[in-house]
């Protein structure tokens, strides 16, 4: 029992120590990413507080989407997604054709993935703030300067290589059928480490706020290690809203990985997760252990009646605290009174029309030539 114990502990320790462990609480918490990750410590880091009193207004105009309503541009190029937990979030990775641009963009980007922050309540879980508020959740997707770049990691050490487009999540009252696609993948990958691949693809934007021509744009860094500073950021005003219940499915993704699933040495098959659900009175949940993912399990040993016991950590509070402006200054875009539409949300959808014709045109034309080269 002590050997099993103690040999899992050591291989999570080994598998911990070779990516350099960091996590959101404890010792290998925010405030000390900087030991192993010096970009860290930079002058031009994300999340912030966006405080509206203090942002330039200025219309950088709308921005165009080409493949977020899930349609195909070219039949032969394939899209597909795939979500895992990584024991830091819930993240799906995008292949195809996912395409942003203008809203003073200075470039094309390619999506490659998307993924969520949350907390364990509804006062904590987005990573920017607005005013001050936090709100109980924020999604990411995330792009990379496909004009300038092969690939993101290629991207990432550049400054403006990187966009990342954030929404807030705030709990409504309705179930949001946008993400029930994320829901039944997050079934699939509650453990630490698992992935899923889908059969079908889902379109992304209803993951984000449906007004997305009104942001707030600035010069940042990924919010995670290495916290490189390539990050033009365009954080929506307007949230994006889920139900409670929906909500609840982000704070059940656990931290622990599947092989730790086996918690009765006598017994060497995994238990299948129905099963441990059938047993759900001998589980204990260890709350708001979001902390140190180098733990040393301390499992309580109780044989209870069926002599199986194992400790479920949850993955929450994933939000890094906001970071120091240090005079970076943030635009507040909007349509100007005199723009051609504030009414019409779906207008800056992939079709581009609320787009003076001539950018849409040099833009798919450099998205042409790229393609199809
Ligand atoms: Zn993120």
């Known amino acids: 029992m002590m050997f099993s114990l103690t040999l899992v502990s050591f291989l999570v320790l080994q598998a911990y120590a070779r990516e350099h ?16 990750y010096k970009h860290c410590a930079g002058e031009r880091q994300s999340p912030i507080n966006i405080d509206t009193t203090k942002v330039i207004k200025k219309d950088l105009g709308p921005l165009t989407w080409i493949g977020m309503k899930g349609k195909l541009i070219d039949e032969s190029r394939p899209s597909a997604m795939q979500i895992l937990n990584n024991g830091h979030t819930v993240q799906v990775n995008l292949k195809g054709d996912y395409y942003a641009s203008g809203g ?62 954030a929404t807030f999540i705030d709990i409504g009252k309705k179930n949001n059928d946008g993400y029930n696609a994320i829901i039944d993948g997050m079934d699939e990958v509650e453990f630490n480490g698992e992935v899923y691949d889908y059969q079908k693809t889902f379109p992304i934007h209803p993951l984000m706020s449906n007004k997305r021509n009104v942001f707030y744009r600035y010069e940042g860094s990924l919010t995670t290690p290495p916290c490189y500073e390539s990050v033009l950021w365009t954080v929506f005003k307007e949230p994006v809203r889920i139900s409670q219940r929906q909500m609840q499915f982000f704070r059940e993704m656990l931290l622990n990985r599947p092989d730790e699933y086996i918690t009765d040495p006598s017994q060497n098959d ?34 209870g ?69």
């Open 305 to 373: 009646e069926d002599g199986k016991e194992m400790i479920l950590r949850q993955l929450i509070n994933n939000f890094r605290p906001v970071q120091k402006l240090n005079g970076r200054s943030v635009t507040a875009s909007e349509p100007s009174a005199m723009g051609l539409s504030t009414s019409d949300e779906t207008s800056s959808e992939d079709s581009g029309t609320y787009l003076a014709p001539s950018m849409v045109i040099s833009f798919m034309m450099l998205l042409s030539s790229i393609i199809l080269s």
């Open 21 to 36: 462990a960091w996590s959101y609480k404890g010792n290998t918490g925010p405030e000390h990413w900087s030991m192993n």
């Open 270 to 303: 995994t238990l299948l997760l129905e099963e441990l659900e059938k047993m759900n009175e001998t589980i204990q949940v260890e709350k708001r252990s979001a902390d140190n993912d180098t733990y040393v399990p301390e499992p309580e040993v109780d044989d």
């Open 104 to 165: 003073g963009l200075p470039s094309g980007y390619k999506a490659t993935q998307l993924h969520f922050h949350w907390g364990e309540d509804k006062k904590r879980g987005s990573e920017h703030q607005l005013n001050g508020k936090q709100y109980p959740g924020e999604v990411h997707l995330v792009a990379y300067d496909f004009i300038r770049f092969n690939s993101l990691e290629e991207a990432l050490q550049n400054p403006t290589g990187v966009a990342v487009f």
